[in-house]
C-alpha cells in the first residue's frame, strides 16, 4: 500500500472543524462522521440473523483530493478518530505513518464525528451567507463534480 498524505492542519472546509460554517456539505457526508464513533457504524445482518454495529473501517480521506488528486487523508479525521480501527488499520497496512497521528484531539475540531455531524447539520436547511460562499468556492474548484 502507499502512504497517504497527512496534512498538518485541516482543509478551510473541513467538516470536523470548529471554524467550517454549518451546511457546507450534504446531509450523507456529515453522517458518514458518525460511523467512525465508538458505537456508531453500520447495523449489519450477520448469516446467524444477529445483528451487530459494524465500525466504519475506511480511510476518511480529505474532500479537497477530488481538485489536488493527491491522496489525503482528512486531518480533523485523523485527530477525532486516532483510536478507531479504521486508523489502526492505515497504520498497520503502511498508508499511515504512526507518528502522523496526533496523541490527543486537537482543539480546532469536534471531540467526536457526531459532535462534528450535528454541528454540520444544524443549519443545513438555511446555509449562513459564509457557508453559501464556501459551497460556491468549492464548486468552482469541482470539489462536487462525479469521476
Same mark, same amino acid.
Given at each position: 500500500? +502507499?502512504? /497517504?498524505?497527512?496534512?498538518? +492542519?485541516?482543509?478551510?472546509?473541513? =467538516? ?15 453522517? +458518514?462522521?458518525? *460511523?467512525?464513533?465508538?458505537? #456508531? ?5 450477520? =448469516?446467524? #440473523? ?7 473501517? @475506511?480511510? $476518511?480521506?480529505?474532500?479537497?483530493? @477530488?481538485?489536488?488528486?493527491? &491522496? ?10 486516532? &483510536? ?11 498508508? /499511515?505513518?504512526?507518528?502522523?497521528? =496526533? ?13 462534528? @455531524?450535528? @454541528?454540520?447539520?444544524?443549519? /443545513?436547511?438555511? =446555509?449562513?451567507? *459564509? ?9 468552482? +474548484? #469541482?470539489? $462536487?463534480?462525479?469521476?
Amino acid at each position: 500500500m +502507499k502512504n /497517504i498524505r497527512v496534512p498538518k +492542519k485541516a482543509c478551510a472546509t473541513c =467538516p470536523y472543524a470548529r471554524t467550517t460554517p454549518s451546511g457546507v456539505w450534504a446531509r450523507d457526508e456529515y453522517e +458518514k462522521l458518525r *460511523t467512525y464513533d465508538e458505537g #456508531g457504524g453500520e447495523l449489519t445482518e450477520w =448469516p446467524d #440473523g444477529s445483528k451487530h454495529v459494524v465500525p466504519a473501517l @475506511a480511510t $476518511f480521506h480529505c474532500h479537497q483530493e @477530488a481538485v489536488t488528486k493527491v &491522496d489525503t487523508v482528512c486531518r480533523g479525521w485523523l485527530s477525532v478518530h486516532r &483510536d478507531s480501527v479504521a486508523v489502526r488499520l492505515a497504520c498497520v497496512d503502511g498508508r /499511515i505513518d504512526p507518528n502522523d497521528v =496526533p496523541r490527543e484531539v486537537e482543539s480546532e475540531y469536534y471531540a467526536t464525528g457526531a459532535a462534528a @455531524a450535528d @454541528a454540520g447539520e444544524a443549519d /443545513i436547511s438555511s =446555509p449562513s451567507p *459564509t457557508a453559501r460562499k464556501a459551497v460556491d468556492r468549492l464548486a468552482s +474548484k #469541482g470539489v $462536487f463534480s462525479e469521476g
